[in-house]
């Protein structure tokens, strides 16, 4: 009789010989491969004993691994205090906002290139069919295989990869090698749990979390295939045929509601976005509007402010280009797109009515192409101009050269733009229904524009619920003027 092992099938399936798997061969050696996976020291192994018995059947061998731990332990606590830079320490709010915090951060934690490393592996096996049936080939490939750069920030970079496992593609942001301060982790911890509680089809998903072969902490997100909408203005400003003809200012206005729904569900939950800008609003090829880069949000349901160690790195160059980039530190968001409260350096006092006045700034360039600030080219200039006030973008001689919006969106821009955040739009339902109600013709009277065209509203729902009597009326009033026209100029002839 032959002292041959029987076949074991499973074994042939995965591509080994009759021999059973190497686990249950050397399980020593394949338990050191798996510490050096999860990163585990050789002097507390896990430990399985192998079977005795003589492989006789299809089974599954199991590989005992350590425990799993939930994805979010990947990333540090960091001790949450107030940086004490928030505090202006004697200097003037304007002062405050124009120099970034140039102090050591106070946190203490150690780097976590220090004490972390990763690689993030694919999970699932390759699947082949051959005449002997299905082959499951183990795989072990970086998971998320980066394609191309999608944007650069100032606290880290967004590229385009694909999913080795799921096989789709996604949007990986990863923090710059020296960016790896606690405060600038902090804030990135903070943008994971917050983006991660805003489940909303305006805002961008995280689907997970990680940490690099080079030590540098990423979140994956969905990838949405479009353009920004800073992108969008570019190309309506440049006189784009095709984008004016999509664009229209009701279409514009419909695109603008996508944001404004995402901040209606994060300021019902308690999170202010603080850097609405055009460059954060992607727009998809079917119409898709996502608020983008959290990064900077802040929960209103607790106290304190994530403190900065630096201002965030300048991407653009010229003094101009800097009002338009999100800064960190005392000036915590985008110059050019600042509440006064925000532009002055309160942070405890910015809430929703803070980000609905960076919204309104949005719209008001979506519509007229053009900041309300245009001709302010330094960041000083820019945050003057911001706590000066926005009154002038509501008269007409301010739009020569630029796009004059309808007379309807001059009134809200004059609502919206208040220094006072008292006097603002106080939530997004709010604004919401402001919008609607212009954009199913309901207009506010506020001047005879407003009027001529709320009567001409109401006249045609008149004639929609009374056809027959609209028409008569029409004829008569048409009759009328004409027998009044030939009678004035009959009376010219004489």
């Not at 510490?35 to 006789?56: E, F, L, N």
């Not at 917050?194 to 997100?221: A, C, K, T, W, Y």
């Amino acid at each position: 009789m032959s002292n041959k092992p029987p076949i074991n099938p499973l074994a042939q399936t995965m591509g080994y010989d009759n021999a059973p798997p190497p686990v249950a061969q050397k399980p020593a050696k394949v338990l050191d491969s798996l510490r050096q996976t999860v990163g585990y020291d050789q002097d507390a192994p896990p430990s399985i004993a192998p079977s005795s018995s003589p492989v006789s059947a299809p089974r599954v061998v199991p590989v005992v691994s350590p425990p799993m731990t939930p994805a979010s332990a990947v990333l540090p606590e960091v001790l949450r205090t107030r940086n004490e830079n928030e505090e202006n320490h004697g200097h003037s709010p304007f002062d405050a906002t124009l120099a970034a915090d140039s102090e050591p951060s106070k946190l203490s934690t150690a780097s976590p290139t220090q004490t972390l490393s990763g690689r993030v592996t694919t999970v699932l096996p390759s699947v082949e069919e051959d005449d002997h049936g299905l082959r499951l080939i183990p795989r072990n490939k970086e998971r998320y295989a980066s394609v191309k750069q999608l944007g650069v920030g100032g606290m880290g970079e967004v590229d385009l990869a694909l999913d080795e496992d799921i096989g789709r593609r996604v949007a990986v942001k990863r923090m710059y090698t020296e960016s790896l301060s606690p405060a600038a982790i902090a804030r990135f911890v903070d943008e994971v749990h917050i983006v991660g509680q805003l489940e909303h089809p305006n805002i961008v998903p995280i689907h997970d979390v990680g940490l690099d072969s080079s030590g540098r902490f990423f979140l994956v997100m969905k990838y949405l295939e479009g353009e920004t909408l800073e992108g969008v203005i570019d190309k309506l400003r440049e006189g784009n045929a095709e984008y004016l003809a999509k664009y229209s200012v009701e279409y514009r206005v419909e695109v603008f509601m996508g944001v404004l729904r995402a901040l209606q569900y994060a300021h019902a939950n308690g999170i202010v976005h603080r850097d609405i800008k055009p460059a954060n609003v992607m727009v998809g090829r079917y119409g898709e509007v996502v608020l983008m880069d959290w990064g900077i949000a802040k929960s209103t349901k607790k106290a304190g402010e994530r403190g900065g160690d630096t201002d965030e790195k300048d991407i653009t160059e010229s003094p101009r280009g800097r009002a338009f980039t999100t800064r960190h530190g005392a000036l915590i968001g985008t110059p050019a797109y600042m509440a006064p409260e925000q532009a002055r350096g309160l942070n405890d006092q910015i809430d929703e009515r803070t980000d609905l006045f960076a919204a309104v700034v949005l719209l008001h360039e979506l519509l007229s192409l053009r900041h309300y600030l245009y001709d302010k080219t330094t960041v000083a200039a820019m945050i003057a101009g911001v706590l000066d006030g926005a009154s002038a973008v509501t008269t007409h001689g301010w739009y020569q050269g630029a796009q004059l919006p309808p007379a309807e969106y001059l009134h809200l821009f004059a609502k919206g733009l208040q220094s006072d955040p008292n006097l603002r739009f106080q939530n997004a339902t709010e604004l919401v229904n402001y919008l609607q109600d212009i954009l199913t013709g309901k207009i506010h009277v506020q001047c005879p524009v407003t009027m001529t065209k709320r009567m001409t509203r109401e006249a045609g729902r008149f004639v929609d619920r009374n056809p027959w009597l609209g028409f008569s009326m029409f004829v008569g009033g048409t009759a009328l003027f004409v027998s009044s026209l030939a009678v004035s100029v009959l009376a010219i002839l004489r």
